[in-house]
Nanobody, 119 residues
Framework: QVQLVESGGGLVQAGGSLRLSCAASGDTFSNYAMAWFRQTPISEREFVGFISSSGDSTYYRDPVKGRFTISRDNAKNTVTLQMNTLKPEDTAVYYC????????????WGQGTQVTVSS
């Protein structure tokens, strides 16, 4: 098992940047692919982006492509979501999630961190 704790959320004006971090503990971090999701009070949780266990591969949903970047440091057991050119529609609770390489579903989730973008 792996435990995940997000940090770095807050209030930012449109066009600004925020950097979210997710610290992992427990199992060997490099055994897990990682992803970020987000959810608003009126929407279901949606996928934001993915990073492979080695960090060599990333994938992003279209609304955040070119603005968000996911990276990881397996030596420090952390994954980061750098968010630039933020828009009000990026306002949500952001969650990091982990899945073992042989699994399809993300089994482990952090508690979430609130990101609010004002117009």
């Amino acid at each position: 098992q792996v435990q995940l704790v997000e940090s770095g959320g807050g209030l930012v004006q449109a066009g600004g940047s925020l950097r979210l971090s997710c610290a992992a503990s427990g199992d060997t971090f490099s055994n897990y692919a990682m992803a970020w999701f987000r959810q608003t009070p009126i929407s279901e949780r949606e996928f934001v982006g993915f990073i492979s266990s080695s960090g060599d591969s990333t994938y992003y949903r279209d609304p955040v492509k070119g603005r968000f970047t996911i990276s990881r440091d397996n030596a420090k057991n952390t994954v980061t979501l750098q968010m630039n050119t933020l828009k009000p529609e990026d306002t949500a609770v952001y969650y990091c999630a982990a899945r073992l390489l042989n699994k399809r579903q993300y089994e482990y989730w952090g508690q979430g961190t609130q990101v609010t973008v004002s117009s």
